[in-house]
């Protein structure tokens, strides 16, 4: 079983940048396919970025293409989601997630997730 605890999140005005951090523990981090999901207020929770195990893949929400990049460090079992160029509309909570299967955006495919962290982007 895998816990996974972000970091990293905070308030930045519109144009910054934040680096997200999600440490894992408890399982065999190299195996899964890791995803950053964000929900904002009364929306549902969507799909941001995945990686792959060895982070050969990568995959984006066309909203975030070009503004974040995914990566990973398995020895230090660690994910992380660089924001670069916010918006306001990126305002959420943000959670990390593991999965057996990669490259999917489903979070149903997602059995463990962590606590999320706030980002709030000011205008």
């Known amino acids: 079983q895998v816990q996974l605890v972000e970091s990293g999140g905070g308030l930045v005005q519109a144009g910054g940048s934040l680096r997200l951090s999600c440490a894992a523990s408890g399982g065999t981090f190299s195996s899964y396919a890791m995803g950053w999901f964000r929900q904002a207020p009364g929306k549902e929770r969507e799909f941001v970025s995945a990686?792959?195990?060895?982070?050969?893949?990568?995959y984006y929400a066309d909203s975030v293409k070009g503004r974040f990049t995914i990566s990973r460090d398995n020895a230090k079992m660690t994910v992380l989601l660089q924001m670069s160029s916010l918006k306001p509309a990126d305002t959420a909570v943000y959670y990390c997630?593991?999965?057996?299967?990669?490259?999917?955006?489903?979070?149903?495919?997602?059995?463990?997730w962590g606590q999320g962290t706030q980002v709030t982007v000011s205008s």
């Open positions: 990686i792959s195990w060895n982070g050969g893949s990568l």
């Open positions: 997630a593991a999965s057996r299967i990669p490259g999917t955006s489903r979070p149903s495919a997602y059995g463990y």
